[in-house]
């Protein structure tokens, strides 16, 4: 349903969205665009309930602007199509916008009945296949309460047990640039969002996750005259250059090699976890170096090296710094030598919370990107507040603005973790990662992410091809793990290795054998 003109993995801000639209209207009859959602909207309806093997027979909620014309629109198609078709409406009729008023007059027209919005507990009892969500739109600026919030309550409860719900354009409650819920109230929980013209962040990050469900667009038959997109949902695409097979001829210096410098007192797994992810990620050599107690291998991988952290030398080493480094004098020195490195670094955990409590050390991190030393940041949004001096609500309440305010003061690439992980590196377009899922909410997993990061960039990964290739592989294998029965709940960070060398072997084969 995706219009070849857009990229089916581009994104756009309402503001973009609006300026299409505006464009668009400028030189199409009056309605067209909604006639067109609407149409798209009942085609949707028709495929869920086809899939699910249910006879359409929907409920449709229709706001008072235009994504409720929307509503009517499809509401209108469906019961000449002879669907059992019903909605509730939210306002008065005789205020409705000039579209949504022709929508509302069409649908009486075809029949459908039209209930004022105060019958809805009435409605939501008689027996339907599916929920139409047409109340609001990208518009909503304001959080839902009264008689709205309460069905919507009800829609959500009702819908989880039983009964799939279709948002159109985007749930309502739910804000289309960040995904947040709108004023921190309700949203609907939608099972299929349809969204028009373009895809829009906030169905893809924070909240909008948990509440859009499976995303498809309706790109409207808008077919010129597009701009570039605002971001990209992340895919193999991005970073399929680098996908290159092995040639024979090679030997474990052509890899690279990695240091996985933390691992202070009673915190040596999280520098383990990451080094054996590099490991299993194809670095050549891979050096675990501990600022505590050094062990003499590790039994599990006796590949790995094991140094102490005040030895280890970095020159043409990449760095993983941070995973399980604490806080101390030898953490401070040992950060302090990784920051002063040539070559390319990733700074996680503890490593980004030195930097945070030190202006000279984030000047340091910032010097790195003008003197042509990638760097490479995967915090979470506690890690990111304390990074931009702001509290963890304000970081989750606007994620793509907060990645990108990181990466542009610590001139490096940044992975935002979380639902929906942003990467952002300056003068580039935000991505957000869709692959993964609550199985990664458990420690180490972030250890695990660092070490592939750092793994990628030792074997000649560009920064941004590797925070976007490390993104896209750690929620994939999750996911994969979670398809065979493997989690969610109670998969831990180790299991997650095996699966990122699979998952970045598969790639590499697909990539070799395409024309």
């Known amino acids: 349903m995706t219009t070849s003109a857009l990229p089916s993995n581009a994104l756009y801000t309402i503001a973009r969205i609006r300026q299409i639209e505006q464009a668009a209207m400028s030189h199409l009859p009056p309605g067209s665009l ?68 022709a929508a509302h007059a069409r649908a009486l027209a075809a029949g459908v009945e039209i209930h004022p919005f105060s019958d809805w507990q009435a409605q939501l ?23 709205i919030a309460e069905a919507v309550q009800t829609i959500n409860e009702i819908g989880a047990a039983r009964l799939p719900v279709l948002a159109l354009d985007v749930p309502s409650g739910i804000d289309a640039d960040t995904g947040t819920v709108v004023g921190g109230a309700v949203a ?33 038959d808008i077919a010129s005259g597009l701009p570039p997109p605002d971001g990209m949902l992340n895919h193999p695409g991005l970073f399929a250059a680098c996908l290159r097979p092995r040639a024979r001829n090679t030997h474990k210096g052509s890899f690279g090699d990695v240091v996985l410098l933390g691992g202070a007192s009673g915190m040596a797994g999280a520098v383990v976890l990451a080094a054996r992810a590099a490991l299993h990620a194809g670095a050549g050599r891979t050096y675990a170096a501990f600022i505590g107690p050094v062990p003499v291998y590790d039994d599990a991988h006796p590949e790995l090296m094991c140094r102490a952290a005040h030895e280890i030398d970095l020159a043409r080493k990449v760095v993983v710094a941070g995973p399980g480094m604490g806080s101390g004098e030898a953490a401070r020195a040992a950060l302090t030598a990784a920051l002063k490195s040539p070559m390319p670094a990733v700074f996680d955990a503890d490593a980004l919370n030195l930097l945070a409590s030190d202006r000279s050390l984030m000047q ?49 690439v940044v992975i935002l973790k979380g639902a929906g992980s942003i990467i952002a590196a300056p003068d580039r377009p935000f991505v957000i990662n869709p692959t993964g899922n609550p199985a990664l909410a458990t420690g180490g997993t972030g250890d695990v992410l660092a070490g592939l990061c750092g793994a990628l960039l ?17 929620g994939h294998a999750a996911d994969e793990l979670v398809r065979k029965g493997v989690g969610p709940i109670g998969l831990t960070a180790s299991e997650l290795i095996p699966a990122l060398r699979l998952c970045l072997n598969q ?7 395409r024309p």
Do not use: Y
């Open 34 to 101: 909604m006639q067109r959602a609407g149409a798209a909207a009942a085609r949707e309806v028709r495929d869920i309930c086809r899939r699910a093997g249910r006879r359409v027979d929907v409920l449709l909620l229709a706001g008072s602007g235009n994504n409720g014309g929307d509503a009517l629109e499809a509401a209108a198609v469906l019961r000449r199509g002879g669907m059992r078709v019903r909605v509730l409406l939210h306002g008065d009729p005789a205020r409705q916008p000039r579209d949504a008023a």
């Open 188 to 220: 609907v929980r939608a099972s299929h969002t349809i969204t028009f013209i373009g895809d829009k962040p906030g169905l893809h990050t924070a909240d909008g996750c948990d509440h859009a469900g499976e995303v498809r667009v309706a790109g409207l």
């Open 364 to 412: 340091a991190l910032a010097d790195r990107g003008n003197l042509q030393q990638p760097s490479l940041l995967t915090p979470h949004p506690l890690e990111a507040a304390r990074l931009l001096g702001m509290k963890v609500a304000e970081v989750q309440s606007d994620r793509l603005a907060a990645a990108r305010a990181l990466a542009e003061s610590a001139n490096a």
């Open 458 to 474: 030792a074997q000649g990964w560009p920064a941004h091809e590797a925070a976007l290739g490390a993104a896209w592989m750690h």
């Open 125 to 147: 009892e008689r027996p339907c296949n599916l929920v139409v969500d047409g109340l609001f739109g990208i518009g909503l600026q304001r959080p839902l309460t009264g008689e």
């Open 507 to 513: 790639l590499v084969a697909e990539r070799s054998v």
